[in-house]
């Protein structure tokens, strides 16, 4: 599409979740990529082979809600919530599921009323937590949510195995406009804590705007991850694909997690 004006990238001075709450209406476009449908399947199979037949399940990070929205439409009928910590997000999950519950609240320091079969955390969201710290505050909060037997399942990214150069997008027109979405991690090869960086192109009546922002996130090997969970859980770790379960081979910097509470 041709540039008129082609305004300068502007880095947003925001925390690491103000991006998100600013632009929640734009949450959905910018993960228009991903499928939700296959992601929510292969955990429900996850969860069928490991878990405790419960169906109380909790999504730490949920966002917009379409894995939620996924899980209550399983013909087993989970009884499916999310927490984020966003508001304006947890508003439009809400309308996307009227049934269910929607929790504000840190996904570091949770409480829940009653013991659940099943937590997850998709799309790497475990790495908001900032620092180890956290994440072991967030790691003894879903202990203590779970019931016996229960499942946490999420994905996550072995720090050793970052490519800074690679840096995935994908468009979409909305209302007139395109838009273009971009996002990396990056490691400086040192110290727990990575980024992720995003970028958002807005072109309307070609006229572009830019956005760039970086996340910080915790940084950890998958090594490193398994000494965390292996005190308080059963961990079995699996290539990420969501079409087949495949043990992780050791080789690959992405990986999917499912841990049974001991």
């Known amino acids: 599409m041709p540039r008129r004006n082609l305004r300068p990238p502007r880095w947003l001075p925001m925390s690491s979740n103000a991006l998100y709450t600013d632009l929640s209406s734009y949450y959905d476009l910018m993960c228009?990529?991903?499928?939700y449908q296959a992601q929510s399947h292969s955990?429900?199979?996850l969860h069928q082979l490991f878990g405790n037949s419960g169906r109380r399940h909790l999504d730490l990070g949920c966002g917009t809600g379409p894995h939620v929205r996924h899980f209550l439409d399983f013909d087993c009928g989970y009884a499916s919530a999310g927490l984020d910590i966003n508001q304006p997000m947890l508003d439009?999950?809400?309308?996307?599921?009227?049934?269910a519950q929607f929790i504000c609240q840190d996904m570091g320091s949770f409480h829940v009323d009653e013991p659940l079969d099943l937590i997850t955390c998709f799309l790497y969201s475990i790495h908001y937590n900032a620092g180890l710290e956290r994440l072991r505050d967030c790691l003894a909060s879903v202990h203590g949510a779970l019931a016996e037997g229960g499942v946490f399942c999420?994905?996550?990214v072995d720090k050793r195995l970052i490519d800074n150069d690679s840096f995935v997008?994908?468009?979409v027109e909305h209302e007139g406009s395109q838009f273009t979405f971009g996002s990396g991690w990056y490691y400086c090869g040192e110290g727990e804590r990575q980024a992720l960086r995003l970028?958002?192109?807005?072109t309307t009546a070609g006229v572009t705007q830019s956005w760039q922002d970086e996340h910080a996130m915790v940084a950890l090997g998958f090594d490193e991850m398994q000494a965390l969970l292996e005190p308080h859980f059963e961990v079995h770790v699996f290539?990420?694909?969501y079409e087949r379960i495949t043990p992780w081979g050791g080789a690959s910097g992405?990986?999917?997690?499912?841990?049974?509470?001991?």
């Open 32 to 35: 228009a990529d991903i499928d």
């Open 239 to 241: 290539e990420h694909d």
């Open 43 to 45: 955990v429900r199979r």
């Open 199 to 202: 970028s958002i192109e807005k």
């Open 254 to 262: 992405n990986a999917l997690f499912v841990c049974v509470k001991r």
């Open 92 to 99: 439009i999950a809400q309308q996307r599921c009227p049934e």
């Open 154 to 156: 999420f994905n996550s």
């Open 169 to 171: 997008r994908h468009s």
